[in-house]
């Protein structure tokens, strides 16, 4: 029974969803979204936030500063109130109007930017915010997820070796990436594990992270406006590309099953079950890591008014149809997991 005194002292690591049954492909997916900041964020700002302690860079004055699409945000407001640090966070005009209100609600101020950077994100703009406020007091306080070793190290320390333990006989690892802190800590980690794991890092299409064309993206966690400085593309297999459609579909698809995940789990289970249906997955492991969960997408993903604004009128016809053939052929349990007679 964990019994905790700080609410970053939480986080499930051992929780794993088996998605066969609804994707029809051999795919479990590791859930990083039960802590109280809900998201994979904790972990990385946990880090971050002690390491700074213990160089002494932090200090009882210190004002926290960071740019974040909207977790990190929420996971160092949680970690600032509950340690008593003022926490600023600079975030654009695509947060999300819940994780906005939940950073609020720990104590913390938010700026929104709402000029686009060169690349057609606003990433070059929230930096140039930050190093502004920074120039301007030398309270401020800046981790910089972008470059701090202690993103990756997070990952490396725990995900990796979370993963590694449930599945030892791991072939392929499908990874998300924003930052590349989970993608680089458990690509370094599975580079010195006993046996070969494919990592396929999984980026949205207008993300220019993997060098690909920059264009609009509306879903706030995956994909960079820049090439993320921490990424060492020589640990990383494969990239694959995902739509913002196709995330939108996976994330109903999933949704219309019970399990209500987020944007950057639609996006990296999508590019999953795409890549397994392109491979022979015989006798095949692989893991995909979910970053997040739904209710903060409730006024986008989630909402039909949103949804046909910006991506038409016929966005999830394709997911219904799929629906209700799956609700003519109900699936069975994958037999290791049937109930014993
Ligand atoms: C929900 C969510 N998923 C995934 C990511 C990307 O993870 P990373 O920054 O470790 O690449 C982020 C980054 O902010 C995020 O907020």
Not at 143 to 152: F, I, K, M, P, R
Not at 186 to 198: E, K, L, M, N
Not at 316 to 321: A, Q, V
Request: hydrophobic letters at 40%; a negative charge; glycine letters at 10%.
């Amino acid at each position: 029974m964990p019994v905790i005194s700080a609410p970053h002292d939480f986080n499930e690591g051992g929780l794993f969803v088996d998605l066969e049954s609804i994707f029809e492909c051999p795919l479990y997916l590791k859930c990083e979204g039960f802590n109280f900041a809900g998201s994979i964020k904790l972990k990385a700002a946990n880090e971050m936030v002690e390491s700074a302690e213990r160089d002494g860079v932090l200090t009882p004055d210190s004002i926290l500063v960071e740019s974040s699409s909207g977790n990190l945000g929420v996971a160092l407001s949680m970690i600032a109130a509950s340690k008593g640090y003022r926490f600023l966070c600079v975030t654009d005009s695509r947060c999300n109007l819940s994780t906005r209100l939940l950073m609020e609600a720990l104590g913390s101020q938010v700026h929104i930017v709402a000029d686009l950077d060169a690349n057609g994100g606003f990433l070059g703009t929230r930096i140039e915010y930050v190093r502004a406020l920074c120039a301007s007091d030398n309270r401020y306080v800046w981790l910089s997820q972008y470059t701090n070793a202690g993103n990756w190290r997070a990952h490396y320390r725990t995900t990796g070796p979370e993963i590694a333990h449930h599945f030892p006989r791991l072939d392929v690892l499908f990874v998300g990436a924003g930052t590349a802190g989970t993608l680089m800590g458990c690509a370094r980690y599975f580079r010195q594990w006993h046996r070969p794991v494919r990592v396929v890092a999984v980026d949205s299409v207008g993300s220019v992270a993997f060098g690909g064309k920059p264009g609009r993206r509306m879903i706030p966690g995956l994909g960079m406006s820049m090439v993320p400085p921490l990424l060492d593309e020589s640990f990383v297999d494969e990239v694959i590309r995902v739509e913002e459609a196709d995330t939108i579909r996976t994330c109903h698809r999933m949704a219309r099953c019970g399990f209500l995940f987020g944007g950057s789990t639609g996006t990296v289970v999508s590019g999953a079950t795409d890549w397994l249906a392109r491979h022979d997955t015989r006798g095949i492991t692989a893991v995909a890591i979910a970053p997040d969960l739904g209710e903060r997408y409730l006024d986008t993903i989630y909402q039909t008014n949103w949804l046909q604004d910006l991506y038409g009128d016929h966005i999830l016809d394709s997911e219904r149809m799929s629906a209700t053939s799956r609700r003519a052929k109900p699936t069975s349990p994958a037999p290791e997991h049937r109930p014993r007679p």
